[in-house]
């Protein structure tokens, strides 16, 4: 592929960069510019997102796209969980398109329907409307934490018991209130997404099913749609994540990576640093 080519990763809700396991490196090793952006309320303390709203984060990639997209022949974009949704509204936002680049969803939640959403999950946006009851109310980040992998889920366990600040341990649920706005935006804009978008989806995601994946695929014109058939929500780090990965490069337009056998080693790849 000639020409300089970028993309802007953008994180989930409470996460960082590592939200995206080795996708920074995979593509910075194919040879794109990556570019990473910590949403506001991320990268401090949970308490810092109760004041948050969508607006900012959508702010915050408008402003930065706009600031790389002339420097580049093409930059994708590419967002993960919450992200996915911050990218689907960006790429409608800013008209984003086949000259512009590309667009990735990441494990998408337009639907909270996944197989361990808690029964009363319906009930939070009647929890939204009581004063203060919202930004106390924590959503705690339990096992299995997004991952099928059992080595994996040890080592991001072990990161959140020693307080490791990769992703928060709960979020207040006043912040999830942002996300189903993003949701909505997201809904309701798919359809004038012009960009050839891929949409990555584990069957067995915990947080969100297939109908997510098969909404986009049925509203943005030029959608490709990967099941994977051996994670769980944080696919990037998952047991698919190479499959994950040489999705992305294909449909970038690159070559596959060179696949790690050793079990250890790829656990390492894996793993948050």
Request: with cysteine.
């Amino acid at each position: 592929m000639s020409g300089r080519v970028g993309a802007l990763l953008i994180h989930g809700l409470g996460g960082t960069q590592y939200d995206l396991g080795s996708m920074h490196k995979i593509l910075a090793k194919a040879g794109v510019e990556t570019h990473a952006i910590t949403l506001a309320g991320h990268g401090t303390t949970p308490e810092d997102l109760a004041g948050v709203r969508a607006e900012q984060w959508i702010d915050a990639v408008v402003a930065q796209y706009r600031e790389l997209q002339p420097q580049y022949d093409q930059l994708h974009i590419m967002g993960m969980c919450m992200g996915a949704l911050v990218a689907l509204v960006l790429a409608e936002r800013v008209q984003h398109g086949p000259a512009q680049g590309k667009l990735v969803t990441l494990a998408p939640p337009i639907y909270i329907d996944g197989w361990s959403t808690p029964w009363y999950a319906a009930l939070r946006k009647l929890f939204y409307f009581i004063p203060g009851l919202a930004t106390r109310m924590k959503v705690e980040e339990g096992e299995p934490f997004g991952i099928k992998n059992t080595l994996v889920r040890a080592v991001v366990k072990a990161k959140f018991e020693r307080g490791d600040n990769f992703h928060y341990r709960w979020v207040p649920l006043i912040c999830v209130k942002q996300v189903d706005r993003l949701r909505g935006w997201a809904m309701a804009g798919a359809k004038n997404i012009k960009a050839s978008a891929l949409v990555v989806h584990a069957r067995e995601d915990e947080l969100t099913s297939l109908r997510s994946a098969e909404f986009l695929r049925e509203q943005i014109a030029d959608t490709r749609v990967v099941v994977l058939e051996n994670s769980y929500h944080m696919i990037c780090v998952d047991n698919d994540r190479d499959q994950v990965a040489n999705s992305v490069l294909e449909f970038f337009g690159y070559p596959p990576q060179e696949v790690r056998v050793r079990r250890r080693e790829r656990a390492a790849a894996a793993a948050p640093e």
